[in-house]
């Protein structure tokens, strides 16, 4: 069997039910079924203005944010997700001036939720740098089911490996 690279460090018999959704067929329309639609931010404005009603919520008095786009040259499937990065950050000297958060451009097509996910991950790192307790305790603070999207967005990245994107949320 193909090694399932996103769900690594899920227990087997996670990712032995993920492989009979996949044999059988069915890792897609398990995901429609669960998210029948995908969000409507489509463009940089409503993203941002997405972004920043969740960090006024939860996080108000983190560094600013100066803007949150998409970004086409950031290729979610091929980077670093297994080390834990869905968006790759603006690193260096001008972080400081100018908090940037840059969202791969394949989160134009996906549910709310997920989109949701990498928003607050990104949002949790003006807190909390490394990938640690408190990170994640500020992540379910922000989204309630932090841990159960980000499975399930693992498991549409192993579809998109395997068959491309789903049409429905196109
Ligand atoms: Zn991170």
């Known amino acids: 069997m193909k090694k ?16 009979k959704l996949i044999n059988t067929g069915k890792l897609g329309s398990h995901l429609l079924k669960k998210y029948p639609k995908p969000h409507s931010l489509k463009n940089d404005k409503t993203l941002f203005s997405y972004t920043m009603n969740i960090k006024n919520e939860y996080i108000k ?8 786009i998409y970004d086409g040259k ?5 980077n670093a997700l297994g080390t834990h990065h869905f968006i790759s950050r603006v690193q260096g000297s001008k ?8 969202i791969a451009s394949m989160f134009k097509s ?10 607050v991950h990104e949002l949790a ?5 490394e990938h640690n307790k408190a990170f ?5 603070y922000m989204q309630r089911d932090y ?14 490996d395997m068959q491309g994107k789903l049409e429905e949320w196109s």
């Open 61 to 68: 008095k983190s560094p600013p944010l100066s803007k949150t």
């Open 4 to 19: 399932l690279k996103y769900l690594a460090h899920y227990p087997p018999s996670v990712v032995e039910q993920v492989s």
């Open 110 to 119: 996906v549910p709310e939720k997920f989109l949701e996910m990498i928003v």
């Open 136 to 140: 994640y305790k500020l992540c379910e």
């Open 125 to 129: 790192h003006f807190k909390e740098k």
């Open 74 to 78: 950031i290729n979610v499937i091929h």
């Open 147 to 160: 841990h159960q999207v980000e499975f399930d967005l693992r498991l549409y990245l192993t579809y998109v």
């Open 95 to 102: 972080l400081k001036a100018k908090n940037e958060i840059r």
